[in-house]
């Protein structure tokens, strides 16, 4: 068995289409992947966990930092879909090129917001409690403490709906970065009467 | 002292609450908003008094004040808030936390000096938080439509009626306090804003100035937040993105 995802009408959508097949396409050459399970989504968050607590904790510049949380995004995060989703009922008449470009221009962006605000959080972690199985995907929670905040719930969500296992939403005492993000792209959007190439330009030069 | 007749309000507000909630769609739907015209009005208003007023009153309150000086403040107004706390707990028949509510509040208003310092928190004893909204979601009311309040900023009906008659009937230290202790509990209560609103400044700068459109924002954000705090949401009231694909 090369992949444990359901299948998918290939015929309602591009873009996911083109990443579920180099997902099939990548599995043929490295292997089998794992069925996403309990034990398989934490060891994702527990990774992506690492990694974030490694960067905010090296103490390096802000540019270096959103540097590293995108390269974070980029190996563990379902970006095509997280774009997609951000871009709301617009996204279904556009080219899969135009999505394409969006995405990467939503990363950065991404990497940017987020990461910006954790540039003073030397000597904080993050540590991963416990995993659900919410059915379609899976929920894995854990506990920030950042100094100088009370501990806060940050859960993450993870599925391999795509091909992969990827993290698809992350929810911070309740809040869901996938909603803020489509309010916030779709109010950008509509400002730009749903010019999507226009807005993947201003994302660009935004900083 | 004590006119148990006002209290009939609030079985009269539960009645009201509970019939206005039958108005609100299916509890997981994400925004329930039909006074948004009304409400982008306030946010306005809002948003300008954060501006001009509470924004640069912050910085220049946590500028001035040395750091554990406004703690101290933010304290002795969070303890007198226990009393308030605790009588929620036992309308919600929550008497674990009212328990640990009343024990904070005697040690940190004994030892802790009147509240102002929190030997409490070495002794695990951390403040549950209760309000009368809170009382009223575990009573069955709905939160009803959202609404956004001069000067309190993103509510919901139910949590609206909460904050009024929380404030006005199920407030202990507000019969209590006289004249001028009831005073300084006022000025500590402005002390505490003021300096969240300076510790929470990057998150609350990005929602209202850096957003496209801070109302959507700051009502999404209430929203979430507050039912995951009041463990008033379904996990499936989230965005699932492949949804559409199968």
């Given amino acids: ?207 | 002292m004590f006119r148990f007749e006002k209290y009939a309000i609030i079985p009269a507000f539960t009645g009201f609450l509970l019939m206005l909630s039958a108005c609100s769609p299916n509890p997981g739907m994400s925004v329930y908003d039909p006074f948004e015209r009304m409400n982008r009005g306030t946010h306005e208003f809002n948003k300008g008094l954060d501006r001009d007023i509470l924004s640069p009153v912050s910085k220049g309150y946590s500028e001035f004040l040395p750091d554990p000086v406004e703690d101290s403040v933010s304290n002795f107004s969070s303890n007198l808030s226990l009393p308030s706390k605790i009588v929620n707990n036992v309308l919600q028949l929550d008497i674990p936390a009212a328990g640990t509510n009343l024990a904070r509040f005697v040690v940190n208003s004994t030892v802790g000096m009147a509240g102002i310092f929190t030997p409490s928190d070495s002794m695990g004893l951390a403040e549950i938080n209760a309000d009368f909204g809170q009382t009223l979601q575990r009573w069955g009311a709905e939160e009803g439509a959202y609404i956004e309040i001069p000067f309190f900023g993103p509510s919901n009906i139910r949590d609206g009626i909460g904050l009024v008659v929380g404030a006005m009937l199920l407030d202990p230290a507000s019969y209590v306090l006289k004249p001028p202790v009831s005073s300084y509990r006022s000025g500590s209560n402005v002390g505490a804003v003021l300096q969240n609103r300076q510790i929470y400044a990057d998150q609350i700068d990005d929602i209202l100035y850096k957003s496209a459109d801070s109302y959507a924002q700051a009502r999404i954000v209430y929203l979430q937040n507050r039912r995951f705090k009041l463990k008033d949401s379904k996990r499936d009231a989230y965005i699932d993105p492949y949804d559409e694909f199968e």
């Fill in chain 1, 1 to 207: 068995m090369l992949i444990s995802t359901p299948m998918m009408n290939l015929n309602n959508f591009k873009v996911p289409r083109r990443g579920f097949l180099a997902g099939m396409l990548t599995t043929a050459v490295v292997g089998p992947a794992y069925a996403l399970d309990n034990a398989t989504a934490t060891k994702l968050v527990d990774e992506v966990v690492l990694e974030i607590n490694q960067a905010i904790n090296s103490g390096a510049s802000e540019a270096k930092l959103i540097k590293a949380f995108e390269g974070i995004f980029a190996k563990y995060a379902d970006l095509n879909i997280i774009s997609r989703s951000a871009l709301g009922p617009r996204a279904r008449t556009a080219s899969a090129l135009e999505l394409n470009k969006f995405s990467f221009a939503f990363r950065s962006y991404i990497a940017r917001k987020y990461g910006r605000r954790f540039k003073e959080f030397v000597g904080s972690a993050i540590k991963v409690k416990d995993t659900t199985n919410l059915g379609k995907f899976f929920e894995v929670n854990a506990l920030a403490k950042m100094q100088g905040y009370a501990p806060f719930e940050v859960a993450f969500r993870v599925s391999d709906r795509s091909g992969k296992q990827l993290f698809f939403d992350i929810i911070i005492e309740g809040i869901s970065l996938l909603s803020s993000e489509r309010v916030e792209i779709g109010a950008l959007l509509d400002a730009l009467n749903g010019d999507i190439g226009r807005l993947t330009q201003d994302l660009s030069d935004l900083s």
